[in-house]
Nanobody, 121 residues
Framework: QLQASGGGLVQAGGSLRLSCAASGRGFSTYGVGWFRQAPGEEREFVALIRTGSSTTNYADSVRGRFTISRDNAKNTAFLQMHSLKPEDTAVYFC????????????????WGQGTQVTVSS
């Protein structure tokens, strides 16, 4: 089970840090992804981190502003977001999937409930 938290309302240019807490065993063996979904839009890939933490990938729209990380000892993944823009407004979901998970939604088996991020202009 995954629990995302840390969302909120922030002004453009601000920062937020999202957390994704996992319960149960085996967190370190899963790839973790962050996705987001704006109203009326499809869920889109934001970032991923594979099991060893050395492999990360980002959507072009967030590269250089967002950083994904994980702490396997605490069964938690993070998404640090800087220089937020109004177009980053969405519900953010964390997900866990295979150790070679990609940016594709279907690679992920477990999903958190989502946390709302709203960026005002």
């Amino acid at each position: 089970q995954l629990q995302a938290s840390g969302g909120g309302l922030v002004q453009a240019g601000g920062s937020l840090r999202l957390s994704c807490a996992a319960s149960g065993r085996g967190f370190s063996t899963y790839g973790v992804g962050w996705f987001r979904q704006a109203p009326g839009e499809e869920r889109e890939f934001v970032a991923l981190i594979r099991t060893g933490s050395s492999t990360t990938n980002y959507a072009d729209s967030v590269r250089g502003r967002f950083t994904i990380s994980r702490d396997n000892a605490k069964n938690t993944a993070f998404l640090q977001m800087h220089s937020l823009k109004p177009e980053d407004t969405a519900v953010y979901f964390c997900a866990a999937g295979s150790l070679l998970a990609t940016s594709q939604v279907h690679d992920y088996v477990y999903w958190g409930q989502g946390t709302q991020v709203t960026v005002s202009s």
